[in-house]
């Protein structure tokens, strides 16, 4: 445990479906992070919250929707997914943007 | 664009050998670098850091890193793996907070 929990754990969901991925961090940081995880493609930073405002956004489609309501918690709201999209999506936090990260186990996402 | 480039994309030693992944960077100016492993079904976690000061910089696990700056690179060495240091091995760069971004990987499989 990294004090860093995600739900659900996995998520099969057609195309037009509308979903939400949550990620709740106990550390007391002040930064939080998505990434997605592809196989066979290098970790992709997609989302950086930093004292609950969007500091980067790194070109991510609009189907993707993060939101942040205070420090500790972090959603990104998905609709219109693409079988493209189907990868392990991964949240992270830390203390201060650029500290080192505590990962989150992820969220298996399955777009069908 | 900042990139993290990883030399090797799977590495097989057996117990004992000596191990050295390296890592290079392309960000101008100061940098945090980072090395993260993913252990069979576990979370990303760090194993060590270079913020500033002394270029080498020992982790957990017996493991170290070396910052070259002239180099650009951040190379991670272990003196004798273990079995249990089969993961996959990710460096990472960050410039105080903007840009972060991962390497590809390195998966390291140990023989017994």
């Known amino acids: 445990e990294t004090g860093v929990t995600q739900t659900p754990r996995h998520l099969v969901m057609g195309m037009t479906n509308k979903k939400s991925l949550k990620c709740e961090q106990h550390?007391?940081?002040?930064?939080m992070y998505w990434y997605k995880q592809s196989a066979k493609k290098p970790l992709e930073l997609m989302f950086v919250?930093?004292?609950?405002?969007?500091?980067e956004n790194n070109s991510v489609p609009s189907r993707f929707s993060p939101e942040c309501p205070n420090s500790s918690h972090l959603f990104l709201h998905l609709h219109t997914l693409q079988p493209e999209d189907s990868a392990l999506y991964l949240c992270?936090?830390?203390?201060?943007?650029?500290?080192?990260?505590?990962f989150g186990p992820g969220t298996r996402l399955t777009v069908t | 664009a900042q990139s993290v480039s990883q030399h090797n994309h799977h590495v097989i030693l057996s117990e004992a050998a000596s191990l050295e992944l390296g890592c290079n960077y392309s960000y101008g100016g100061t940098v945090n670098l980072f090395w993260y492993v993913q252990y069979p079904g576990q979370h990303l976690q760090l194993l060590l850091k270079y913020f500033s000061g002394d270029p080498l910089v020992k982790g957990i696990k017996g493991f170290e890193a070396e910052f070259i700056k002239s180099k650009f690179s951040f190379n991670l060495r272990k003196p004798s793996v273990q079995w249990s240091d089969t993961a996959e091995y990710f460096c990472a760069a960050d410039n105080y907070g903007q840009n972060f971004v991962f390497g590809p990987g390195t998966r390291l499989s140990v023989l017994p």
């Open positions: 919250y930093n004292f609950k405002e969007q500091t």
């Open positions: 992270a936090s830390s203390r201060l943007v650029g500290d080192e990260q505590y």
């Open positions: 550390l007391g940081h002040n930064a």
